[in-house]
């Protein structure tokens, strides 16, 4: 089986992950959210993924780079529904702690692939 770029990138794989945990947990939410904060926070997560898997694609070192940072606004956007989401007290501190935790692993890996990728000539 051919692997492509992007699925040998660890900030993608841990990415997708992350974004398994978040539909396990958003599962047991109020179906009330169903069209709210449930579907917010899943679109941010996937968003994550694919702008990693685009962006790796692309042929020049700025455009990977400009996809790299989308993704890390679409984290960014993640954790700030995490955050409201455990406000809510739909999501455990403990949960919310543990994810977190996954998230600043994902930003160092995100900046420092986009740093690489402008570092690029």
Known sequence: MYTFSFE?????NRSRLLTKKIYEITKVWPESENFGMISQIRRAVI??????????SRKTMKDQA?????AYS????TLNQLIISNDLSY??????????NNIYSISIMLNNLTKYTLGKK
Do not use: T
């Not at 968003?47 to 790796?56: H, K, Y």
């Not at 679409?74 to 956007?77: G, K, P």
């Open 66 to 70: 400009h996809f790299y940072s989308i």
């Open 74 to 77: 679409s984290l960014m956007e």
């Open 47 to 56: 968003s994550l993924c694919s702008n990693i898997a685009e962006g790796s």
């Open 8 to 12: 040998r990138l660890e900030v993608w």
């Open 91 to 100: 999501l455990e501190d403990s949960k919310l702690l543990d994810l977190r």
